[in-house]
């Protein structure tokens, strides 16, 4: 029977990149994964890598900018490996706020400056007025940058078992020897479960994960360049492409597992932005979609090993996954191998729970 030093439960962006990292250290690593690798809250993500917000955890910062400052090696590397382009982009975000947001918050403010007029910046925005800031912050697309990850991890060797989920994490005198799924055993002394909203369902370790829906849509203008900047106003957000497409999101419910996208509230955030910019009026809807981000109680990560020896757990990043991909990796790997980490993350310890 074949075995494996490492096994990942959940081939997501997540998954993906702790699985590249561990087979640079030589290990020997399978994923398994419960649908099609990349294509849950990985694939649905807008692929904003906003490490420095208001809206990020105080606790989270310092992991969220060592990761932002990891992206451009990681997506390198990433590209150099499948060939393929992830559309990483750097021109930055522009903040829109209500008016009491700049009373509340005078330093941030005064530190992000728009670095010119707005209507120099982004001409076709003249439906939105207010305070509005800059943020030195950068955007990938996430389909393909889960792609080009799945396509490195194979190319590097690593093992991927789609269409089934993990069921059972197998155990010998107390120590994780593999996983069961519905189908067969794989054995490994070490587990990492990377399994975001469904990582509780896969032993008695609490792994308080929960799905938070988030819908939201991709539009076609005419002109590839009617956005530059990553636009977030208080109703929604608008990520430009560079082939032109440019997404409108998201929502934010508790809906259980239910993916099921709203006509109302897609056409609610459709119109949202073509108040913000008029030109859009114009657009072709492309798609319309649901994901589910796994939230945690605390709205931070879950990082570490639990108490059961052998098994591992990096789930829960919450709106967070794509940007803490490349630090997750990297010191998840570290953690796994008994080196010391780059960075403390005690404060994500499964044991919090």
């Known amino acids: 029977m074949k075995t494996w030093d490492v096994i990942i439960v959940g081939g997501g962006i997540i998954g993906l990149s702790l699985a590249i990292a561990l087979h640079k250290r030589g290990l020997r690593v399978l994923v398994v994964e419960r649908g099609e690798p990349g294509r849950e809250a990985s694939y649905a993500a807008a692929g904003m890598l906003a490490d420095c917000t208001l809206e990020t955890p105080a606790a989270l910062l310092p992991l969220a900018r060592a990761s932002a400052r990891m992206y451009p090696e990681f997506v390198h590397e990433l590209q150099d490996e499948s060939g393929m382009n992830v559309d990483l982009r750097d021109e930055g975000t522009i903040l829109f706020s209500l008016p009491e947001f700049v009373s509340e918050h005078p330093e941030f403010c005064v530190l992000n400056p728009l670095p010119a007029p707005l209507a120099q910046l982004e001409p076709a925005i003249t439906g939105l007025t207010g305070p509005a800031f800059y943020l030195k912050e950068r955007s990938v ?23 089934t989920p993990a069921t059972e994490l197998l155990l010998s005198d107390g120590r994780v020897v593999g996983i069961g799924t519905d189908r067969t055993r794989y054995r490994a002394p070490c587990v990492v479960n990377c399994a975001g909203a469904w ?52 929502t934010l419910e508790e809906a259980g597992y239910d993916k099921r996208t709203d ?82 993350i005690s404060r994500f310890s499964p044991g919090r729970f």
């Open 199 to 250: 990582a509780g369902s896969l032993s008695a370790d609490r792994i308080p994960t929960r799905p938070v829906k988030g819908q939201m849509l991709t539009v076609a203008y005419s002109r590839h360049d009617i956005l530059r900047h990553v636009i977030r106003a208080p109703e929604v957000y608008l990520v430009p492409r560079s082939d032109g497409r440019i997404l409108i999101g998201s």
């Open 263 to 344: 006509p109302d509230t897609i056409h609610g955030m459709l119109q949202a932005a073509i108040a913000i910019v008029p030109a859009l009026q114009e657009a072709r809807v492309l798609e319309a979609w649901a994901g589910l981000r796994p939230g945690t109680p605390d709205d931070l990560p879950i990082l570490g090993a639990t108490r059961t020896p052998g098994y591992f757990v990096a789930t829960g990043h919450f709106r967070d996954g794509i940007l803490l991909a490349p630090v997750t990796g990297h010191v998840m790997a570290q953690v796994i191998t008994r080196t010391p980490p780059d960075h403390d």
């Open 141 to 163: 697309n996430p389909q393909a940058l889960v792609a080009a990850s799945l396509k490195a991890a194979k190319h590097r060797g690593v093992d991927i078992s789609s269409g």
